[in-house]
Every structure is written in structure tokens, then in C-alpha cells.
């Protein structure tokens, strides 16, 4: 029997070698796409049809949440001009972890991982410090940390990304990033 994980996902880029890796080791990936941060809304909407396409080829089953893109600014306001790896992101990367932890808690999903440590623009040792916390926050949730970097990985992302031919971005999704 495959091991139940709730997977926090952002982008397909990001994601496909994730839900591939997953899938080859025994475990079975619900998608949580719950990224508020992105902006503007269109952004959003063109990322998770291109991460549903890829997770359809799965069957996998999906949790596609609110968006809420003034909610999120409440969370970082004061920390807008924070650079890339700042304060901005732990922010953005805690209030993202808990959201994913408690759907984990909500649905009795014993592990709940993110493919945002998979991005080259972003801190694994931030991503890892606000999923640990958020698993902290609920009883019976754990957080599964892998670097996702490594081991091949990127490679199998870029091929993925090549193979599907997925919209690629390149910033996290946050207008701050993008200036």
C-alpha cells in the first residue's frame, strides 16, 4: 500500500519531477496548490492549469485552494522590499506551511511535503525551518524534507519541463520578486 503525503506544489516546473519522484517511491501525492502569493491573478490561474494538466496524467487527486492575494499581503506587510531569501519569503514560506500542515491535519494526512525547495531562487534552509514549524503547529502531521535539487533531479525537472512543454516562469510569483 502507497504512503498517503499531502504535496504542497506551486508551478508545474517545479512540481513534476516531485510528484514523479513520489510516485516511484511508494507513496501516493495529493496536490495542495495553495500559493496566494502569486500576483497578478492571471499569473496564478496560467500555473495551476499548466500543474493540473500534469497531475491529471496521474489520476492524482487535487485541493485546489482559495485565492487570496490580499490576505497574503497582510501577512508580509512591512517586509515588500525585503530582497529575495529575506524576511519577505520566511513569511511567505511560514504562512504557506501552515496552511499545507493543517490541510494535511484536516484530511488525516500523516506527511505533507513542498516542491518550493525544488527552485534554484529559493532558500531549502527557510522552506525546511517553516515546514518543520508548521508540523509543530498540528498533532499527528510531519514534514517530509528532501532536496529536491539534487540526485538527479534537476535534471529530470528540466527534461520534464522540455517533455511537457510547461510554461516556465522565472521568479516565485510575488511582484516583489519580479521587480
Not at 517511491?25 to 496566494?36: C, G, K, S, V
Not at 484536516?106 to 506527511?111: F, M, S, T
Request: net charge positive; with cysteine; glycine share 2%.
Amino acid at each position: 500500500m502507497k504512503e498517503q503525503i499531502l504535496l504542497h506544489t506551486c508551478c508545474a516546473p517545479c512540481s513534476a519531477a516531485v510528484i514523479e519522484w513520489f510516485i516511484l517511491n511508494n507513496y501516493q501525492p495529493t496536490i495542495y496548490f495553495f500559493n496566494p502569493n502569486i500576483f497578478p491573478e492571471k499569473e496564478y490561474e496560467i500555473r495551476k492549469v499548466e500543474l493540473l494538466r500534469y497531475a491529471h496524467k496521474f489520476s492524482l487527486s487535487i485541493i485546489d485552494s482559495d485565492y487570496n492575494h490580499e490576505q497574503w499581503l497582510e501577512q508580509i506587510n512591512g517586509y515588500e522590499n525585503e530582497p529575495e531569501r529575506g524576511k519577505r519569503c520566511s513569511f511567505c514560506f511560514n504562512y504557506r506551511m501552515i496552511a499545507a500542515a493543517q490541510k494535511a491535519h484536516e484530511l488525516q494526512i500523516p506527511l505533507f511535503a513542498t516542491t518550493l525547495a525544488s527552485s534554484r531562487w529559493k532558500s531549502i534552509e527557510q522552506i525546511n525551518a517553516a515546514g518543520f514549524a508548521a508540523a509543530k503547529v498540528f498533532e499527528n502531521v510531519s514534514f517530509f524534507d528532501k532536496n529536491w535539487r539534487r540526485d538527479g533531479l534537476s535534471e529530470r525537472r528540466n527534461q520534464l519541463l522540455k517533455e511537457h512543454n510547461f510554461y516556465n516562469q522565472k521568479y516565485c510569483g510575488c511582484e516583489f520578486a519580479k521587480r
